[in-house]
């Protein structure tokens, strides 16, 4: 079992920036995918970044250019890098590891971005 807990949501203008932390209980191995979704209100769960074992990412449409997933040195930390926020951007956002072969698939209980005026 892994707990991951994220951290780094808040209040941010259009425009600005906020970094996401997800901080794995246990070290996570390259076997697992590593990834952020979120979830607006009325609307489904959607992925924003991604990042494999190693180290290929992948981002949603709307997220390539402005947003930046990483792992962190410390093998259990990931990371979201989001600039030039904009007001679409706000929901909750979850911290998800997911093992590339074993029916494993952890998630966070989400932190809020809220983008406004």
């Known amino acids: 079992q892994v707990q991951l807990v994220e951290s780094g949501g808040g209040l941010v203008q259009p425009g600005g920036s906020l970094t996401l932390s997800c901080a794995a209980s246990r070290n996570i191995n390259s076997k697992f995918l590593m990834g952020w979704y979120r979830q607006a209100p009325g609307k489904q769960r959607e992925l924003v970044a991604s990042v494999t074992g190693d180290g290929t990412t992948n981002y949603g449409d709307s997220m390539k250019g402005r947003f930046t997933i990483s792992r962190g040195s410390a093998k259990n930390t990931l990371y979201l890098q989001m600039n030039s926020l904009k007001l679409e951007d706000t929901a909750d956002y979850y911290c998800?590891?997911?093992?590339?072969?074993?029916?494993?698939?952890?998630w966070g209980q989400g932190t809020q971005v809220t983008v406004s005026s």
């Open positions: 998800n590891a997911r093992h590339r072969d074993l029916a494993l698939n952890f």
